[in-house]
């Protein structure tokens, strides 16, 4: 289909429009499995990262290390990603479709990138450091 083009042809005339709008989407079946287990990490993730977190603040023999204190800040950022992402991609697979608008995309597009994506690198990279002066430190 590509090799019939010529220069000045119209890619957007050339894309095949006779498909329907909904045959183009995944069944509804599919998007109530992928939901169910969106559910499940989203109970998972927030049950588990908020009772390590908690018993990180609770105790305060852990908190002395501070290994310990950048998992805690891993364990926060996990905690307010899972909170907020989770639900609006679950939300809108029960729906089959993106029930919010472009500001529910763009945020929920920020929290991924924020809480999940670079502040996990980041504390990854002091995690990493902090582990190479330990264990430079005790030859």
């Known amino acids: 289909m590509l090799n019939n083009l010529s220069p000045k042809t119209n890619l957007s005339t050339s894309v095949n429009t006779d498909i329907p709008p909904l045959t183009q989407l995944e069944s509804w079946h599919v998007l109530r499995i992928i939901d169910f287990y969106s559910v499940l990490i989203f109970v998972a993730s927030t049950l588990l990262n908020g009772s390590l977190l908690f018993t990180l603040v609770r ?5 002395r290390l501070s290994t310990n204190i950048l998992l805690g800040g891993l364990l926060f950022a996990d905690f307010i990603g899972s909170c907020f992402e ?6 809108s697979l029960i ?3 993106w029930i ?7 945020f ?8 999940i994506d670079c502040s996990n690198i980041y504390i990854f990279c002091l995690i990493s450091i902090d582990r190479y002066n330990i264990v430079t ?3």
């Open 59 to 63: 105790n305060r023999r852990l908190r």
């Open 108 to 115: 929920e597009g920020s929290v991924i990138s924020y809480f």
């Open 95 to 97: 729906h089959c479709r």
């Open 100 to 106: 919010f608008n472009n500001i529910g995309c763009a």
């Open 137 to 139: 430190a005790y030859p």
């Open 86 to 91: 989770v639900p609006l991609l679950a939300l």
